[in-house]
């Protein structure tokens, strides 16, 4: 299975991006997609999931109101549209494919990440 993402960019705050990630086939065991970032010296964090329907979707609060997630059901691309875009945005976005439990996305698979620098 391999993540293919990309959409990121260099732009000034807010402006927007579109990230896209491509999952190459499908799992029993994928019941999810999901966003992380990790900018330069923080650890990864979670962004924005949505289940594999594309039905339900959740978000980081620092994202919540300016990013969108979707996915087509039965489909394997998962969009990321990014508005009002702030310097702490910047980082490395990483696609995920994975599961919930305990209420929480658990990654399985991972993409290779797509840079995004948002200037002020």
């Known amino acids: 299975v391999q993540l293919q993402a990309s959409g990121g960019g260099q732009v000034q705050a807010g402006e927007s991006l579109r990230l896209s990630c491509q999952l190459s086939e499908d799992s029993f065991a994928f019941r999810g997609m999901a966003w992380f970032r990790q900018a330069p010296g923080k650890a990864r964090e979670f962004v924005a999931s949505?289940?594999?329907?594309?039905?339900?979707?959740n978000y980081a609060q620092s994202v919540e109101g300016r990013f969108t997630v979707s996915k087509d059901d039965g489909g394997n691309v998962m969009v990321l549209q990014m508005n009002s875009l702030r310097p702490e945005d910047s980082a490395v976005y990483y696609c995920?494919?994975?599961?919930?439990?305990?209420?929480?996305?658990?990654?399985?698979?991972w993409g290779q990440g797509t840079l995004v620098t948002v200037s002020s």
């Open positions: 995920a494919a994975g599961y919930f439990a305990d209420g929480k996305f658990r990654p399985r698979d």
């Open positions: 949505v289940t594999w329907s594309g039905q339900t979707k």
